[in-house]
């Protein structure tokens, strides 16, 4: 007979009876990233790189922003396409004039993309952040950052 007020165990047929071994502890060479201090603030933003009035922040750790070194370089690609008025156009103009219509299709435009690769290196750290660019403005932009953190860097 079975107590009500203590039944049984069920059994779990799903359960596992072998033991999961715990996962090794990492090596000693593996940098442990540190979480970030709030009470410094971020002074640049270049991509995911934060830089401080004394550290710079990255997603792989953080160290310190004298005597860093940085450096700029763009990548752009273009590419031709249709611009979406000469689809439109073609699209509308096939019902009045049918062959003429597609000379639309002919209309090309050059699109420019980019990204901005900014390396930071300051003794054994490293890290690339590559940044999406879509104007030469934002470029200038990227560019007037590091140049104005490479000067904080060398104070």
């Known amino acids: 007979m079975v107590d009500p007020e203590n039944p049984p165990p069920l059994h779990d047929p799903w359960a596992s009876t072998v033991p999961v071994p715990a996962a090794p502890p990492p090596p000693n060479n593996i940098p442990v990233t540190v979480p970030y201090v ?5 002074i640049a ?15 792989a750790g953080q160290f310190p922003l004298k005597g860093s070194q940085w450096t700029v370089s763009d990548q752009w690609v273009a590419e ?6 000469a689809i439109v156009c073609a699209v509308v103009g096939f ?6 219509s597609l000379l639309f299709l002919l209309a090309k435009e050059t699109v420019y993309n980019g990204v901005v690769l900014v390396q930071v290196h ?34």
């Open 80 to 85: 031709q396409k249709i611009p979406t008025w």
């Open 122 to 155: 300051s003794g054994p750290y490293q890290y690339v952040s590559r940044v999406p660019v879509a104007n030469q403005a934002y470029v200038q932009h990227v560019y007037q950052q590091v140049n104005y953190v490479r000067s904080l860097a060398a104070l």
């Open 45 to 59: 933003q270049i991509g995911e790189i934060q830089v401080t009035s004394t550290t710079v922040r990255t997603p």
């Open 95 to 100: 019902f009045c004039l049918t062959v003429f």
């Open 38 to 42: 709030d009470s410094e603030q971020v």
